[in-house]
Nanobody
């Protein structure tokens, strides 16, 4: 079994930054692609960013590329999502997913992910 735990969310003011963390535990001997997703009330889940198992491949949603970066520290089994210049529209439940993949496999479709965390709430006040 693989377990994902997100942290780092909270209430911030518009313009501030947050760094979300996704820690993966369990059967972590293989490579896992990891993605960050978000879902706001009344809206569909959307892919925010994704990263390959070895960290060499990354994807960030086009509309967020100037404000978000994704990275990972495999020694800590943790994937980070750095979000800057947050806006009220960023308010959502953010959660991470993981799927076993090749070292360089980059997976952006949420339907392909097999393990999920419980999520961390991000609320941006205007």
């Amino acid at each position: 079994q693989v377990r994902l735990v997100e942290s780092g969310g909270g209430l911030v003011q518009a313009g501030e930054s947050l760094r979300l963390s996704c820690t993966v535990s369990g059967r972590t001997g293989n490579y896992y692609a990891v993605g960050w997703f978000r879902q706001a009330p009344g809206k569909e889940r959307e892919t925010v960013a994704a990263i390959s198992g070895d960290g060499t491949g990354t994807f960030v949603q086009y509309t967020l590329r100037n404000r978000c970066t994704i990275s990972r520290d495999n020694a800590r089994n943790t994937v980070y999502l750095q979000m800057n210049k947050l806006k009220p529209d960023d308010t959502a439940l953010f959660y991470c997913g993981a799927v076993e993949a090749t070292a360089t496999g980059l997976i952006t479709q949420s339907s392909r992910y097999t393990y999920w965390g419980q999520g961390t709430q991000v609320t941006v006040a205007s």
